[in-house]
């Protein structure tokens, strides 16, 4: 792929397609076969052909999980002082073939779950390259205007591909085996996804004689459109110190508990109330829809308002969501509850990535997001445990979402307590 301006308009882009889209589809891409769609999202579907092979008991494999969750919070930071240090391109390209070797080797299972164990540690680790954060770093780089659009049809992905690879492994189980799907994922993202990484995904529109959005001039005096030059923001250090570091922060952390305690339990806690599974499981689709759309509405709406309101607007209704299930519901009203925290899963991971650009700029874009993405996976590995603990010790969910919606809203609360985008162009400080 040639790596100039040639191909592309930077006058007139509604003659010609201006190359960030290239870079979005990448990511879209990317992020359907990124890590957690081999760790977190077909778990499920290799569990039974794994428990009859090796006899594995399901407890047991479920630590898996965890440790794959846990190694992501780990991970996240790391991965953000890599790509600040490093570049986006180079981490990825690197994460992309370690991930798609990583994930082959699962074919390799020999019915010692320590192996088991090693790889969901692994592939989170070595395949950490394909977080959100990576294909974000690019986005801020390449827009300005429409970076929340931008954001959100790229990280919709992460949601088609969470959509659709559960049935393909299902499929492949199926019809050939467990190890031949392992086999067909590792193929996927060596020859689908390594490609058009390698090919199509460029760092900045500076390499190639482009400018952000396609413009000649990419921001503004005042500070209302997004900076995208990485030497404009705070660093790690000076975002530390800062009131909306750590309001971004707390909000993130408290609503990964929220999203995720519901991800995990909804199924099992319609199924309680007597919901059919097959109907419990539609309405599990439901969110999952929820949460594709959600993503490019929201990053829709950041576009043209801001950006802590339209936040606090899904997560209201991820509030709202949590309060029907904790009212004890089980008729049909259980699908608006589905969708609500759908929407608000969705729009959650572009949130993060659009307000930590405005709020300190690209500098340390990777290193803060990193430590934000972080909260929110740690949210998440507590939410689904003590959900799961809470309904061991009572027989029900009741009181634990109660609970949770309870936090939620003091998610909401300090997500809208964010003040005006600061104007990093001419201050380092807020």
């Not at 969470?162 to 086999?183: H, S, V």
């Not at 007597?274 to 594709?292: D, E, H, K, N, Q």
């Not at 904790?326 to 699908?335: K, L, N, Q, S």
Request: charged share 10%; glycine share 10%; aromatic share 14%.
């Amino acid at each position: 792929m040639p790596e100039s301006s040639t191909s592309v308009s930077t006058d007139h882009p509604s003659q010609r397609i201006f190359y960030g889209w290239w870079n979005v589809l990448a990511s879209f891409v990317g992020l359907a076969l990124s890590y957690a769609m081999f760790t977190v999202f077909v778990f499920g579907t290799f569990i039974t052909p794994l428990e009859a092979e090796f006899g594995w008991q399901r407890g047991p494999m479920s630590l898996a999980l965890t440790i794959a969750n846990i190694t992501v919070v780990f991970a996240s930071p790391l991965l953000g002082v890599l790509v600040d240090k490093l570049g986006v391109r180079k981490v990825m390209l690197v994460s992309v073939v370690l991930l798609g070797l990583c994930v082959g080797s699962m074919s390799q299972l020999n019915g010692n779950i320590w192996h088991y164990y090693a790889m969901h540690l692994l592939i989170p680790f070595l395949g950490a390259g394909t977080l959100p954060l990576s294909y974000s770093r690019v986005m801020i780089a390449w827009f300005a205007k429409r970076r929340g659009i931008a954001l959100g049809v790229s990280l919709a992905g992460f949601g088609v591909g969470a959509t659709m690879m559960p049935a393909i492994a299902q499929f492949i189980i199926e019809n050939w085996g467990w190890r031949e799907a392992y086999l067909t994922f590792a193929a996927m993202v060596l020859f689908i996804s390594f490609p058009l990484t390698y090919f199509l995904l460029r760092e900045t529109p500076q390499e190639m004689g482009l400018q952000p959005d396609g413009n000649i001039s990419p921001g503004d005096e005042n500070g209302s459109i997004p900076a995208t030059d990485a030497n404009i923001g705070l660093t790690a250090r000076e975002a530390v110190k800062t009131r909306s570091y750590w309001l971004i922060f707390g909000s993130f952390a408290l609503v990964g508990i929220g999203i995720t305690s519901i991800l995990a339990h909804l199924v099992p806690l319609l199924i309680g109330r007597g919901v059919a599974p097959a109907t419990a499981a539609i309405c599990m689709s439901s969110l999952g829809f929820g949460l594709i759309f959600g993503r490019i509405f929201a990053g829709f709406l950041m576009d043209r308002y801001f950006a802590p309101y339209v936040a606090a607007v899904f997560l209201f209704g991820l509030f709202l969501g949590v309060v029907i299930l904790a009212t004890g519901a089980a008729g049909p009203i259980v699908f608006l509850a589905a969708i609500l925290v759908g929407l608000a899963t969705g729009s959650e991971i572009s949130e993060i990535a659009y307000i930590v650009s405005r709020y300190f700029g690209p500098k340390a874009f990777g290193q803060i997001y990193g430590v934000m993405f972080a909260a929110f996976q740690l949210g998440s590995a507590v939410g689904a445990y003590a959900m799961g603990r809470y309904f061991d010790s009572a027989g029900n969910y009741i009181n634990a979402l109660w609970v949770v919606s309870s936090l939620v809203l003091v998610g909401i609360i300090m997500i809208v307590l964010l003040r005006e985008y600061p104007n990093l162009s001419s201050s380092p400080a807020q």
